[in-house]
């Protein structure tokens, strides 16, 4: 039983190091302002690529392509700021895209994006999720490096659901059973 999957605040503390911030989680509800869940994304896929008509769908608006379909959105927030966000996409069959996430680039370097992801990890298993998948792009080391690290492994492209983006090169997947 999935009880109060993602709806409880929770607050994630790292290190006692002043580079580690206290970091809260909260989940995206449909009606709330997705301005935090777009801003964060626009920023990084525009500074590494260009916005490309998924993302527009997707970041302009979040409620009707991953809320009401099912999926999650989590913001994570450092002192009432929203520094960070992950989305956990359904497409059948317990299997989740783990897509959108971003780190203020203030907060880069912070442990704030392996918390992000591993929050994230942790929300779709309490889902019944039975795996995730991701697209990610080579230019992008940090974050396959970080993927790599939790436990996601590459596979063929193939091998996943469709990815509706041409930077994609990189394809990864995570059982969870």
């Known amino acids: 039983m999935t009880h109060g999957v993602g709806e409880a ?3 994630m503390s790292g290190p006692e ?3 580690s911030p206290k970091i809260e989680f909260r989940p995206l509800r449909i009606g709330e302002d997705g301005t935090a ?3 964060l994304n626009e920023e990084w896929i525009s500074r590494y690529f260009v916005l490309e008509p998924k993302d527009r769908e997707t970041l302009g608006d979040p409620e009707n392509t991953i809320l009401r379909k099912g999926g999650r959105i989590f913001i994570a927030y450092a ?3 929203p520094v960070g966000c992950v989305a956990l996409i359904p497409m059948g069959d317990g299997v989740y895209e ?3 996430m971003a780190v203020d680039p203030e907060m880069r370097g912070r442990g704030i994006g392996r918390r992000i992801l591993e929050y994230a990890i942790g929300q779709a298993k309490a889902l019944g999720a039975s795996s995730l ?3 990610s792009n080579s230019v992008l080391k940090n974050a396959v490096h970080l ?3 939790v436990g996601f492994r590459h596979v063929p492209p193939e091998k996943l659901p469709e990815m509706h983006y041409a930077r994609a090169d990189v394809f990864m997947e995570m059982p969870l059973l």
């Open 9 to 11: 605040t929770r607050s």
């Open 17 to 19: 190091t002043g580079t």
């Open 37 to 39: 869940f777009r801003t």
């Open 79 to 81: 002192n009432g700021q």
């Open 98 to 100: 783990l897509s959108k």
């Open 133 to 135: 998948f991701l697209g």
């Open 147 to 149: 993927y790599e690290s």
